[in-house]
């Protein structure tokens, strides 16, 4: 029987979002389906990984992200447990350790993946600065993934829970070494996780004035982000930016405030499944790519719009 490993990517030991849409995507197979953590307690996560056949336990005692032991034992799970396939999402772990892994194993790997079939080798991912969509084909024993988060509508699935087995982490020479990890003051929504996003432009004027989309962003449970005009003028940082340089975001919700639509930013959001515009501007180009458009200054529509929305709740 075939057989597709997923790498089980934790934040703050929680399972991530991503992950259940993966595990939907190897579902579509009749594949043998095991997952890999690096966590020295599993048992959080069974109920979510229900179903599947087996949870390869990593012990890592708590030590951070380390490419090359993570690199190196990914390797070998492959190799020893003659994996057909590999999925992992694209994020900013998974686009590190991915190649890692497929150099390893000199086996094909296709990134950024919006669909796939990853026994059949084919797949689909955006190219040419997402402006199209284009159709891959990749050959060998082993074939390699990452997957955009947001793209694959979860769906829940029963059963057993998996066997665990653990695996000690691979002895290597570690050649890359995360220093420290420097986290925000308050804890934020994971843009590329959110399912509604608020977003901010050069129109913002300032960075105390990001406190408008905080407040409207509370009542929607969103996240913030920022175009990359925004951070380059020090309105936000650089980890709210989404764009084709910072962050691919596909929420179900997008509101642009004051963002006039570059393609650059554009790219960054364009798989949104509803884009809703303000600006003052009745000639930016975000609305000619938005599902709804509010002609106005973002400073008075706004605050009106999050007062209209508490009224529902």
Known sequence: MSKIGIYIELKNN?????????????RRSSAEIHAVVFADDVFPYLNDLAGIHTLIQVPDQNRPYEPDRYAETLAAIIRDRQ???????????????LPRVAAKLKSPLITDCIDLDPLAGRAVKPIYAGKIWGEYQVHGDRKLYTVRPNVIQVVEAGGAHPQVVKVEAAVVEIR??????KRP??????????QIIVSGGRAIKAKENFVILDDLAKVLSAGVGASRAAVDAGFASSDMQVGQTGKVVNPKLYIACGISGAIQHFVGMKTSKVIVAINKDPEAPIFKKA???????LFIVVPLLKEELQKQQ
């Open 83 to 97: 994996l057909d396939a590999f999925l992992a999402a694209h994020s900013a772990q998974g686009k590190d350790l």
């Open 14 to 26: 929680q399972l991530k979002k991503s992950n259940r849409e993966m595990l939907t995507l190897a």
């Open 185 to 194: 003051d308050f804890q934020k929504i994971d843009l590329t996780e959110a």
């Open 176 to 181: 890359t070494r995360i220093s420290g990890v």
């Open 291 to 297: 599902d709804y458009g509010i002609v106005g200054d």
